[in-house]
């Protein structure tokens, strides 16, 4: 298979993640979503239009070579995504297949060498009742562009069924994003960013949890996964006062776990490394590419006396982060003494985040697979590989709660040291929404 493009640059979330020690190119380290789909569907047209999908995003069939010096991109034509289609199993129940394709789609692996970089399997129960898992690669796709693999699947199977014309406008390709990114490090704005952010996290270490046994020289286990819910009622306080006052879901969550931090290690000034969607550019906003960015969000809880005070605090904080935003292999270039923490044998990276929609989102658009799609979840997820460390995520769910896991190496971590670290966070929320003039200490 001969590539399209010369050498093209790469981002630099692909030189962050393709580091010699990341696992981020493992093919274990994939991202998928499963559907549940209602009525007749179009095989040759679910087809086409997954084909159409590759065709139109690049991302999906481009391989990163990183052993070159530098490291670059290459392009490939547009070539058939892989579809399994299978009849329901006659020794299993609906909801018996539905959870062996979610663990089979999450134990999936995904060789960052073989394009294209999406795989797709539907099970069909009878002709109105479906199961389609999408399964692509974490160095391909982030989150939001998963969103938009279904949007765009959705809309090219529409054009495919004579539903309704594919009327989408071209959109930048990720290898427009990496020459941005190039061009943009030189303009006085990134200059400006750097400068905040070296003055922000001047003397900061990233908050790390303190394990339960030493790190090994290497990983055997797979990372497992501690599931939790923060339910609909609590939900329903944290949406009641975002809806009063000038906070975000986002910022009350991570309020909740500065207050957890301090708990935990007593520091007043929390630098908590949290998920970004970095696309703070509008022009790469339908872009499928790996966009995701950390942010570190450093917020000084000295002088805070309420929890309110500890929101307006994190409010100030996430506001200047976003209006700064800059890429965070070149704040760690910049500030090499913020990752010093990780280079400790006792201690283990924090990732806290957070997103306030779901990928139902995707499916609720002018033109659907089916009659009707819903997204499939699972709580219970395990993982082999992550790019370090450990992941705390939150999510709004469309039922009104928070689909929340913190995934971990048990090597060095016990279920039950996690599972206090979540019923503590939990109590913090409820004790926070209970009263947000209660002094934070005392949560």
């Keep these: 298979m001969t590539a399209i493009d010369a050498r093209l640059p790469v981002s630099s979330q692909q030189l962050l993640w393709g580091a010699k020690t990341s696992n981020a190119f493992s093919p274990r380290f994939i991202i998928h979503v499963t559907l549940r789909i209602t009525g007749h569907i179009d095989m040759a047209a679910l087809q086409a239009a997954l084909d159409d999908v590759v065709a139109r995003h690049e991302a999906l069939r481009t391989i990163v070579v990183r052993d070159a010096n530098p490291p670059y991109q290459l392009v490939h034509p547009a070539m058939p995504v892989p579809l399994a289609v299978r009849e329901l199993a006659p020794h299993l129940s609906r909801q018996q297949a539905v959870e062996e394709q979610l663990a089979e789609t999450e134990a999936a692996s995904l060789d960052v060498e073989h394009l294209p970089l999406l795989r797709a399997v539907l099970t069909r129960f009878d002709s109105q009742d479906h199961l389609l898992s999408l399964v692509s690669h974490h160095s391909a796709c982030d989150g939001w562009s998963m969103n938009l693999v279904v949007r765009e699947l959705a809309a090219c199977y529409a054009a495919r069924t004579g539903e309704r014309p594919l009327d989408r406008p071209s959109v930048p390709q990720y290898q427009d994003y990496a020459r941005w990114q190039l061009g943009n490090r030189a303009q006085p704005a990134a200059a400006a960013n750097m400068a905040y952010w070296q003055k922000q996290l001047a003397g900061a270490g990233l908050f790390t949890l303190p394990t339960d ?39 009350v969550m991570l309020a909740a776990f500065n207050v957890l931090a301090h708990r935990i290690s007593g520091t007043l000034d929390p630098a908590i490394s949290t998920m970004w969607a970095g696309r703070s550019e509008p022009q790469f906003k339908d872009t499928v590419g790996v966009f995701l ?93 992550l790019p370090g460390g450990v992941t705390w995520g939150m999510g709004m769910t469309s039922s009104g709660e928070v689909d929340a896991g913190v995934q971990f190496s048990p090597e060095i971590f016990d279920e039950q040291t996690v599972a206090e670290w979540v019923s503590d966070y939990c109590r913090i929320l409820a004790g926070a929404m209970a009263d947000v003039d209660r002094e934070w200490q005392e949560l």
């Excluded at 950390?294 to 307006?312: A, E, N, P």
Aim: proline residues 6%; hydrophobic residues 40%.
């Design 213 to 251: 046994r030493r790190i090994p020289a290497a990983y055997t286990a797979p990372y497992v996964q501690h599931p939790f819910v923060i339910d609909r009622d609590l939900t329903a306080s944290v949406v009641r006062l975002v809806k009063a006052e000038p906070f975000t879901a986002s910022m």
């Design 293 to 385: 960015n950390f942010l570190t969000m450093r917020t000084d809880l000295s002088g805070c006396r309420s929890f309110r005070d500890v929101l307006v605090r994190t409010r100030a904080t996430c506001l200047q982060a976003y209006q700064h935003e800059a890429l965070h292999q070149q704040v760690l270039e910049a500030i090499p003494s913020l990752a010093e923490p990780l280079a400790s044998p006792f201690n283990a990276y924090l990732v806290f985040g957070y997103w306030d929609s779901s990928l139902a989102s995707a499916t609720a658009g002018p033109s659907s697979i089916g009659q009707a799609v819903s997204v499939i979840r699972k709580r219970t997820r395990v993982s082999e590989t």
